[in-house]
T-cell receptor, first 118, second 112 residues
């Protein structure tokens, strides 16, 4: 069973730049969620993709955007980077049967991409 | 979304049971309680979840009070490798999306 993999593991950007983070979901999973985790804080929900469409979003501005591909892998894009965007970005995959609402309930997280904005 | 309240930190002696409490007084009838843990800078790891009955798996036990306003995660024989931040989460559903709202968690330190 292939786990959730994220790339890159670490990266450094400067203010105003753009970044793309990538996530390969676990085999058999159709849903990907992205979380931002600042130092000392719990993960904060950014958005979720189900069958290539965004179907839920947390309190993040539009410069945070994403994609999900037919193989269920996903990208997180952040434009116009700000210093406060420095964080660990976590991808989690799951298997959901929406809209019926049944799912396994368990999120499988990757190890994250640590972004530093200077 | 129902919120959870957990103590900031706890210590536990190695080999003893670790009991981690969580308050979720605004939980709705169809919301599940989930527990995850995060070992230093790794991705969170699923531990256990439940609705209203007590649950047990190879990692832990989950005790949910009858009114469902609080729960306790029990690690029966804590080891040094159980040192981590433990998150209690109430899983809500909004417009077809399952949202997991993480708090700041409980930092458990297992002492030798």
């Amino acid at each position: 069973e292939t786990g959730v993999t994220q790339s890159p593991t670490h990266l450094i950007k400067t203010r105003g730049q753009q970044v793309t983070l990538r996530c390969s979901s676990q085999s058999g999973h159709n849903t990907v969620s992205w979380y931002q985790q600042a130092l000392g804080q719990g993960p904060q929900f950014i958005f979720q993709y189900y069958r290539e469409e965004e179907n839920g979003r947390g309190n993040f501005p539009p410069r945070f955007s994403g994609l999900q591909f037919p193989n269920y892998s996903s990208e997180l894009n952040v434009n116009a980077l700000e210093l406060d965007d420095s964080a660990l970005y976590l991808c989690a995959s799951s298997f959901d049967r929406l809209p019926s609402g049944t799912n396994t309930g368990e999120l499988f997280f990757g190890e994250g991409s640590r972004l530093t904005v200077l | 979304d129902a919120k959870t309240t957990q103590p900031t930190s706890m210590d536990c002696a190695e080999g003893r049971a670790a009991n981690l409490p969580c308050n979720h007084s605004t939980i709705s009838g169809n919301e599940y309680v989930y527990w995850y843990r995060q070992i230093h800078s790794q991705g969170p790891q699923y531990i256990i979840h439940g609705l209203k009955n007590n649950e047990t798996n190879e990692m832990a036990s989950l005790i949910i009070t009858e009114d469902r306003k609080s729960s306790t995660l029990i690690l029966p024989h804590a080891t040094l490798r159980d040192t981590a931040v433990y998150y209690c989460i109430v899983r809500g559903r909004t417009s077809g999306t399952y949202k997991y709202i993480f708090g700041t968690g409980t930092r458990l330190k297992v002492l030798a």
